[in-house]
Every structure is written in structure tokens, then in C-alpha cells.
């Protein structure tokens, strides 16, 4: 069992940056791919960053790429998205994965954490 719980949500500018972090506890972290997905209500959820066990590989969505940056500190059982140059469409819930591969959601999930970006 792994227990995910994200933090750094907020409301910012478009042009504006935030960046998220999802703490793991429970079974071994390091050997996890761990991502980041997110929702909008109404909307199925979507693929946003992962990163592979050791650091690689690292995945994007085509909507975020040159933007969102994922990274993880295995000392720390922590994995972070750094997001730049928001914009309203980057508004939506995001949630912590582990154990998916690549594109794929394992199948524990953080409680999600709200990033509001106003025009």
C-alpha cells in the first residue's frame, strides 16, 4: 500500500508558476514510476508528467511540454511538478500517481490538489 498526498496548489496569474509536490509513504517508493495527472470536472483525467524508478523515463503531455517539469528526490519519497508560464487552461485538479508506467496510471492515487489559473 502506498499513501500519496500532494501539496503547493493554488491560485496564480496566467504567466504565473507553481510547483506541486506529492509525499509517499508505505511500501518502497524508489522503484515506482510516479506521474502527475489532472481533471477537470465534467472532463475525464489526463495525463500530465511521469517519471521512471532511478529518474527515467520521463513522459509529457504534448500540452505541457516545455512547461511542466516532474522530478523526484527518492531520499525525500517526494515527486514534484515545477509549472511555468500557466495558463487558464492548465486550471484543473491534480493528482499524484504511483505504480502506472509511462502514459499509465498505476493504482494509487493522492486526494488531488486544485490549481486555478485566472486570465
Known amino acids: 500500500q502506498v499513501q500519496l498526498v500532494e501539496s503547493g496548489g493554488g491560485l496564480t496569474n496566467a504567466g504565473g508558476s507553481l510547483r506541486l509536490s506529492c509525499a509517499a509513504s508505505?511500501?518502497?517508493?524508489?522503484?515506482?514510476?510516479m506521474g502527475w495527472f489532472r481533471q477537470v470536472v465534467g472532463r475525464e483525467r489526463e495525463f500530465v508528467a511521469s517519471?521512471?524508478?532511478?529518474?527515467?523515463?520521463?513522459r509529457y503531455a504534448d500540452s505541457v511540454k516545455g512547461r511542466f517539469t516532474i522530478s523526484r528526490d527518492d531520499d525525500r519519497d517526494t515527486i514534484y511538478l515545477q509549472m511555468t508560464d500557466l495558463s487558464p487552461e492548465d486550471t484543473a485538479v491534480y493528482y499524484c500517481?504511483?505504480?502506472?508506467?509511462?502514459?499509465?496510471?498505476?493504482?494509487?492515487w493522492g486526494q488531488g490538489t486544485q490549481v486555478t489559473v485566472s486570465s
Open positions: 517519471i521512471g524508478w532511478n529518474g527515467g523515463p520521463i
Open positions: 508505505g511500501r518502497t517508493f524508489t522503484s515506482y514510476t
Open positions: 500517481n504511483a505504480a502506472g508506467y509511462e502514459y499509465t496510471p498505476g493504482i494509487y
